[in-house]
């Protein structure tokens, strides 16, 4: 166990540090262009650095905990379910308290340090974990996707051995990938979304009419720094109320996990009152922050029911795959489509119910309301982030005791975290768009307040064009990433076929693959295939404002932020569905394992491995990453 652990170390940290020199000669080449404008300044710059810096520290953290946490998880699952569950579900914790506690370091250590006060350079601070953010889950993403479909397509499907089985020279790669991509890569989108909502509250806090800053002290700078350190410690004791017995069904440990996100949900509405008190900030703003609460939990809870196989919807797709894998791929992408109705309504009302709440508070206030709400929406992350980071510990568990040939109910113990860890990683996908959305709303907001926009309207001609750019941006880039795994994994399958093929005794055990060679595969085709989305989010709002105005660019984020919001809900809760549609049928349904459903099952499964892991995550910090992307570069196009 001790040797296959390492082999997934040693893999993960080589392409971090293979990822990060890549990023910091991107990094470099932005600070210094940020730098050279007279109207955007060395802060910035610096503030971009730090962002950057912060971003990726949080990433490199939360994996090299999960890296070390997985093999103790799969030893604590010789002694029962709740030892295994609490092992990999503090892990998960480490990860979540890591990004909330350095993005709400980084924030206020910078509020403090510019005391002049202007909130000018704070945006740089987002830029920077919005770059490292995107280029990480985009690389992850293509790493661990490509790794995963030639692992399954290969070794399930053509040469009939189990999943993580030791024979097959892409498993190693496969439990790196859910390291680099689902724990570094999904922190740095998180943390960015995080830091990206306490930035755009403040921001419009100074831009508004009704708020006069005298000094750093300011009741509407201070309280979304507040709420978020009430966050934190309410994350903290949430945490203490996840526990399980070790004869718990699929939904009494789906319940464990809940109960430790209600408890910090309840503990933060509570506390929250007591800060708006003390800070004498008008009560409208305690209702802001409880609908951006309210409205986490019930998109979470949305996703739950479109992704877990004790629902229909799942069920019904598991179904569909007797007939073949044509019917499960148009059952899961319909599924995916299906699920975007309630959570779609529940921004918009948390839309409407925060800017009105604002408004009350006086003229300009309508977005502070709507960027507080999605502060209290990512103000119990430390825990909801730690339900999220569990399932990629819990997925290598599962990996390392089928590959160290553990007893059979160590790998029932761990399939079962397994499991779970698939309905709570789309949970929390369905979060994070969910709190992405809110985001860029309020950062567009915070754009049009510096460019001095008082109105985007869509009936010019510019604008509309610009809409029109802006919506088209999120299928390209979909587009673009689908087709890197595609070529990557096309690279991993035949290298595992060659390996099937030429190494005799691979098939019998006698011989071990080459499992370095895949690790190399899909860490080359990741960084090589990395590249071109993220330039593209970065340069894409850039050129629309200086060739189309200010206006037109508010326009792109309008249209990128309607189209985004939509297909990455489809995306990831298609993926989710797909993933567990599969897990239903290999708990015996339908034929189990082995079966015509099941080889159907893998098909969608894979299909759904890009949608729920590389594009659809990845769309959040697209729309982060150019509404952030205009606020700094405004004073260029106003």
Request: glycine letters at 12%; one cysteine or more; proline letters at 3%.
């Amino acid at each position: 166990m001790r040797e296959i652990a390492q082999a997934i170390q040693e893999g993960a940290n080589a392409f971090l540090r293979r990822e990060y020199v890549t990023l910091a000669i991107f990094v470099s080449i932005i600070a210094i262009i940020l730098a050279l404008i007279p109207s955007i300044g060395w802060e910035t710059s610096i503030t971009y650095l730090i962002g950057a810096a912060a971003s990726a520290l949080a990433g490199f953290l939360g994996m090299n905990v999960a890296v070390r946490a997985n093999v103790r998880t799969t030893a604590a699952a010789h002694h029962g379910l709740n030892p295994a569950l609490r092992v990999a579900f503090s892990s998960g914790a480490v990860m979540g308290l890591t990004v909330v506690g350095l993005g709400l370091l980084g924030v206020t250590v910078l509020y403090v340090v510019f005391d002049d006060f202007s909130v000018q350079f704070l945006p740089g601070f987002s830029f920077g974990a919005s770059s490292i953010a995107l280029f990480a889950r985009v690389g992850g993403g293509i790493f661990t996707k490509a790794a995963d479909v030639g692992a399954d397509l290969v070794g399930k499907i053509e040469q009939g051995i189990p999943e993580d089985d030791p024979r097959n020279p892409a498993t190693i790669a496969d439990n790196v990938g859910d390291n680099v991509g689902d724990v570094a890569g999904m922190g740095a989108d998180l943390f960015e979304s995080y830091v990206g909502s306490i930035i755009a509250a403040m921001a419009i806090a100074v831009g508004s009419a009704a708020i006069v800053v005298s000094d750093v002290g300011n009741a509407y700078l201070v309280l979304p720094l507040a709420l978020a350190a009430t966050g934190i410690v309410a994350s903290i004791l949430g945490t203490f109320a996840v526990r399980t017995s070790e004869q718990a069904t699929f939904s009494n440990l789906l319940w464990a996990l809940r109960r430790g996100i209600f408890a910090a949900a309840i503990l933060v509405a509570v506390a929250a009152w007591f800060l708006v008190q003390s800070l004498n900030v008008d009560v409208h703003i305690y209702w802001a922050i409880l609908v951006g609460l309210a409205s986490g939990v019930v998109i979470g809870l949305v996703t739950e029911f479109f992704t877990s196989y004790d629902y229909s919807p799942t069920k019904r797709i598991a179904e569909s795959a007797q007939t073949g894998p044509a019917t499960v791929i148009i059952a899961g992408i319909a599924t995916g489509m299906q699920s975007t109705l309630i959570p779609t309504l529940v921004v918009v009302l948390a839309i409407i119910a925060g800017f009105t709440l604002g408004a009350e508070v006086g003229p300009g206030m309508g977005f502070y309301g709507v960027a507080i709400a999605a502060v209290g929406m990512l103000s119990t992350l430390g825990i909801t982030l730690a339900t999220d980071a569990y399932g990629p510990v819990a997925d290598n568990a599962g990996g390392i005791a089928e590959q160290a040939h553990r007893p059979s109910e160590v790998r029932d113990r761990t399939d079962a975290l397994d499991a779970l860890g698939n309905t709570t990683a789309a949970t929390g996908k369905g979060f994070a768009i969910g709190s992405a959305a809110l985001t860029a709303l309020a950062l567009m907001a915070a754009y049009s307040q510096a460019a001095g926009l008082e109105i985007i309207n869509l009936l010019e001609y510019n604008t509309l064009a610009g809409a029109l750019i802006g919506a088209m941006l999120p299928f390209i880039f979909c587009a673009l990433t689908m087709q890197a795994v595609g070529r990557a994994a096309y690279a991993i399958v035949n290298e595992v076929r060659r390996q099937f093929r030429e190494i005799p005794g691979i098939m019998d055990g006698t011989t071990k693959p080459e499992y370095a060679l895949c690790v190399d595969l899909s860490t080359r085709g990741a960084l090589r295939e990395m590249i071109l989305p993220g330039v593209m989010a970065v340069t894409a709002p850039i050129l629309v404002g200086l060739f189309l105005g200010a206006e037109a660019l508010g326009g792109l984020l309008i249209g990128a932020i309607i189209t985004g919001f939509l297909v990455a809900i489809t995306m990831a809760n298609a993926g989710g569905a797909w993933d567990n549609a599969k897990k239903f049928i290999e708990r015996g349904e339908y034929g189990g394992k082995g079966s015509e459903a099941h080889k159907a099952a893998v098909v969608g499964d894979t299909v759904g491995d890009p949608f729920k892991d590389t594009s659809g995550p990845s769309l959040n910090i697209l729309l982060k990453l150019m509404s952030i992307v205009a606020l700094v570069f405004a004073p260029l196009f106003s």
